[in-house]
C-alpha cells in the first residue's frame, strides 16, 4: 500500500518538564488548535484528554505517558506528554528513547527546578533534539530572562531566544516574532481560543527587538560561519535562512529554539507548533538507529519503507477493552497485522493480532504501520519492555532502555488470604508495564516487598492493585534501598578446592578490591600474567565475585556497589578445574576481601528543593537539620525563598505532610535521588540492628 504522508512530514516528539511547568496543559491547546479534540480539557477539572487515568483526574498529575496523534501544516505530529514527577522517571526515559525530538516546558517563574534537569539529561543521554517553552508568561514573577540564564548555567544549553514577550505578569498581551519582526496580538476575551493576529512590529519595541534579533544572529554564528559575516556586512538575513539555520543547529544540539507564552491563556501555542515543524526532526533527519547483529558487529537502519523491518518495545499497557498492547516504535520497514515478527532479544517469534493508533486511551485500528511510527500491538505474548522486533532473515538487537535503581522498598500483605494468588498475578503485571517497579519475596520473612522509586509511585501501585485488579493489600513501614562499599583496596585469595570420590573441584584465585567513585556500580578486569588461570576461567570468576557482591556485603547484608575486582593469579588443575570451581572460587574471595577493606554502609541522598514564603523560611531549615539535611544554598525569588538541600532518603518519610504543617499549606518541594554516601556511624548501627530485628 502506498505511504499517504512522506516519512519527512512525520514529527514523533515528546513533552517534558519539570512537575506542574504546564506539559498536560500544553499538550490539550496542541489537541484543541490541531483540531483532535473539539474542546479544551483541563488538567484542574479533571477532564483533560492525556490525563485518562482515575489517579491522574484526581491528583492533577500525570502519572502515564499517554500517546497520541495530531497534524498541523500538513505534518504528522506524534506526541507523547510524559510525567513531570519524579517518582515515574521512567516514563521520560522510555519516550525519549523512542523519539526524535522534544519539547521542554519551562515555568517562567520556577525557572529551571530539580526534574528540569533531570529530564534534560535523560535527553541528552539520547542525543534527543530539543526545543524549549517559558511557559505561564502571565503568572505574577514571570521572568523568562532567568529562565535564559538557568538554561546556559544549569543545563549548559545555548538557547536561541525567537520571541519576545509584550507586556508582562497579567498585562502580558502577545509576543514579537524576531524571525519575521512582526506582533503577534491575543484579544483579550477568550470566546474563541485560536483567535490571534499579525500585527506590524510597534515602534514601541523597534529597539528591543534589533537587539533581541542580532543576538539570535551571534548565536547561530556557531552553526553557519557566513551568517556572522554577512551581517556584519550589513547584508539582510531572510527569516527563511535564519529557519534553515535553526533546523539545522537544533538536529546538531548546537542551540534550542525558545519560545514563550502562557498555554493556560491559550497565548503561544500555535507559534510553537509551527517550531515543532521547522526546527524539530523527522525520522529520516537523525542518524540511522544502530543495532547489534548475533556476531556481535555494529549494523544499522535507515528510516525506510524498503529497509528490513525493526521495531523497539518501549512501554506495555493493559487495556480493559482489547488486553495486552505493547506500545513500538518502528524504526524501518512496514508491520502489518498479521505479520510474523522475531524478538531477537529474546530469540522468540510473535505474532502481530491487530496495530492500533493510540489517541490517549482511546484507539483507531489500522491495517499497517511504517517506519518512524509510533503504536500499539495487540498479541505480543513474551515481549517485554526494551525488546527488538524485527525481520528473522535480517536480525539486529538495537540498545535498550535505561533503567533506574529503586530507592525505597515497602512490604505489602493481602487483605485475606484467598487473595495471595491474585495479588502475586496482579503485581506481576504490573512489574511488566514497569521497569521501575521491582517485586521479590524475602527468603528470611516470607514477605513480598515491591520496590520503586518513591513514596508516591507505590501509592499510585496500590491504588492500581485495588481499582484496576479489585485487590486489596496492606502496606508495611517504607525501607531505605541501602548499599554497601568498601574503603581500601586489599589482595585476597579465593580457594574452593573439594575431594570427592570420583573429579574433584579445583578453584584458585588472586583478588584485587578497590574502591571506585560513588556512581562507580561494579567492575571485573582480568590482569593475568602466562596462564596461571585460563582464560576461559576469566568470566568464570567475575560472574561468582559480582553475584556475591549483588547478594549483600559483610556489613548489613545489603549489595554491594563502586567497586572494582581484578583478577590477577592464581591456580588450576588439569583435571579437577572446571567453571562452576572458578565460580566458587571467585565468589569465596570477594567475601574475605569485604572483611578486610572497611565496609561501609551507603543510603540514598535526595536533592531537595523547597519553595517558601518568606516567613517560614527558619522552620523549614531547622527541620531539615532536624532531618540530616545539608543546605546547600538559599535564594530568592518574587517574595518566597528557595532552599536547596541534600536529605539522606531515611529522613525524608512524610516530609510532605510535615512541611504543610510548619508552612500553613503555602510551601511546596521537589525531591529526586541524588546519590549515594556514606552513612554516619550510629545510623549505621541502627539500621543493621533493624534489619536483624527484621529478620528474627
Known amino acids: 500500500m502506498a505511504r499517504k504522508l512522506p516519512i519527512a512530514n512525520t514529527r514523533n516528539i515528546g513533552i517534558i518538564a519539570h512537575i506542574d511547568a504546564g506539559k498536560t496543559t500544553t499538550s490539550e491547546r496542541i489537541l484543541y488548535y490541531t483540531g483532535v479534540s473539539s474542546k479544551i480539557g483541563e488538567v484542574h477539572d479533571g477532564q483533560a484528554v492525556m490525563d485518562w487515568m482515575e489517579q491522574e483526574q484526581e491528583r492533577g498529575i500525570t502519572i502515564t505517558s499517554a500517546a497520541t496523534t495530531c497534524f498541523w501544516r500538513d505534518r504528522r505530529i506524534n506526541i507523547i506528554d510524559t510525567p513531570g514527577h519524579v517518582d515515574f522517571t521512567i516514563e521520560v526515559e522510555r519516550s525519549l528513547r523512542v523519539l526524535d525530538g522534544a519539547v521542554a516546558i519551562f515555568c517562567s517563574v520556577g525557572g529551571v527546578q530539580p526534574q528540569s534537569e533531570t529530564v534534560w539529561r535523560q535527553a541528552d543521554r539520547y542525543h534527543v533534539p530539543r526545543i524549549a517553552f517559558i511557559n505561564k508568561m502571565d503568572r505574577l514573577g514571570s521572568d523568562y530572562q532567568k529562565c535564559l540564564k538557568e538554561m546556559t548555567e ?201 496495530l492500533l493508533k493510540m489517541h490517549a486511551n482511546k484507539r483507531e485500528e489500522i491495517k499497517e504501520a511504517e517506519a518512524g511510527d509510533i503504536v500499539a500491538a495487540v498479541g505480543l505474548k513474551t515481549s517485554a519492555t526494551g525488546d527488538t522486533l524485527c525481520d528473522e532473515r535480517e536480525p539486529l538487537i538495537l540498545e535498550r532502555l535505561h533503567v533506574p535503581e529503586p530507592v525505597i522498598h515497602i512490604a505489602l500483605t493481602p487483605k485475606s488470604k484467598d487473595e495471595r494468588d491474585k495479588l502475586g498475578q496482579a503485581l506481576a503485571k504490573l512489574a511488566s508495564e514497569d521497569p521501575s517497579f521491582r517485586v521479590r519475596t524475602d527468603k528470611e520473612t516470607g514477605e513480598t516487598v515491591i520496590s520503586g522509586m518513591g513514596e508516591l509511585h507505590l501509592e499510585i501501585i496500590v491504588d492500581r492493585l485495588l481499582r484496576e485488579f479489585k485487590v486489596g493489600a496492606n502496606l508495611g513501614a517504607p525501607q531505605v534501598a541501602y548499599r554497601e562499599t568498601i574503603t581500601k583496596t586489599v589482595e585476597v585469595e579465593g580457594r574452593h578446592v573439594r575431594q570427592t570420590g570420583g573429579r574433584g573441584q579445583y578453584g584458585h584465585v588472586w583478588l584485587r578490591l578497590e ?182
Open 154 to 354: 544549569r543545563l549548559s544549553a545555548r538557547p536561541a531566544l525567537l520571541q519576545l514577550p509584550m507586556g508582562s505578569e497579567d498585562k502580558f498581551e502577545g509576543l514579537i516574532d524576531l524571525l519575521e519582526m512582526r506582533a503577534i496580538v491575543y484579544p483579550n476575551s477568550l470566546d474563541d481560543p485560536t483567535k490571534f493576529e499579525y500585527k506590524p512590529l510597534p515602534d514601541s519595541y523597534l529597539s528591543e527587538a534589533t537587539a533581541a534579533r542580532t543576538n539570535l544572529i551571534e548565536t547561530l554564528a556557531d552553526v553557519d560561519e557566513d551568517l556572522i559575516e554577512d551581517f556584519l556586512e550589513g547584508r539582510e538575513v531572510s527569516s527563511e535562512r535564519l529557519r534553515a539555520i535553526l533546523r539545522r543547529g537544533t538536529i546538531e544540539l548546537k542551540c534550542v529554539p525558545v519560545f514563550l507564552g502562557s498555554a493556560f491563556k491559550n497565548k503561544g501555542v500555535q507559534p510553537l507548533l509551527d517550531g515543532i515543524v521547522d526546527f524539530l526532526p523527522s525520522p529520516v533527519d537523525i542518524k540511522p538507529v544502530e543495532g547489534l547483529t548475533p556476531d556481535g558487529s555494529t549494523t544499522s537502519r535507515p528510516a525506510d519503507d524498503a529497509a528490513p523491518f525493526s521495531a523497539l518495545t518501549f512501554k506495555l499497557m493493559s487495556d480493559p477493552y482489547v488486553g495486552h498492547l505493547t506500545f513500538l516504535r518502528i524504526y524501518s520497514g512496514v508491520l502489518k497485522s498479521g505479520d510474523q515478527v522475531y524478538n531477537s532479544t529474546r530469540e522468540k517469534k510473535e505474532k502481530i493480532g491487530r
Open 515 to 696: 574502591p571506585l567513585p560513588a556512581g562507580g556500580g561494579l567492575v571485573y578486569e582480568t590482569a593475568v600474567v602466562g596462564g596461571t588461570v585460563p582464560k576461559e576461567y576469566h568470566s568464570s570468576v567475575g560472574e561468582g565475585a559480582l553475584e556475591a557482591a549483588r547478594k549483600g556485603g559483610v556489613r548489613g547484608g545489603f549489595p554491594v556497589t563502586d567497586l572494582k575486582v581484578t583478577l590477577f593469579d592464581g591456580s588450576f588443575h588439569e583435571v579437577d578445574s572446571s567453571e562452576m570451581a572458578f565460580a566458587l572460587a571467585g565468589s569465596l574471595g570477594l567475601k574475605a576481601g569485604l572483611a578486610k577493606a572497611g565496609s561501609i554502609i551507603l543510603e540514598p541522598i535526595m536533592d531537595l528543593e523547597v519553595v517558601t514564603p518568606e516567613e517560614f523560611v527558619g522552620d523549614v531549615i531547622g527541620d531539615l537539620n532536624a532531618r540530616r539535611a545539608r543546605v546547600n544554598a538559599l535564594e530568592s525569588l518574587a517574595g518566597t525563598r528557595i532552599v536547596k538541600a541534600s536529605a539522606p532518603l531515611a529522613a525524608m518519610f512524610g516530609y510532605s505532610t510535615e512541611l504543610r504543617s510548619k508552612t500553613q499549606g503555602r510551601a511546596t518541594f521537589a525531591m529526586q535521588f541524588g546519590s549515594y554516601q556514606s552513612c554516619p556511624e550510629n545510623v549505621a548501627q541502627e539500621v543493621i540492628a533493624l534489619k536483624e530485628a527484621r529478620n528474627k
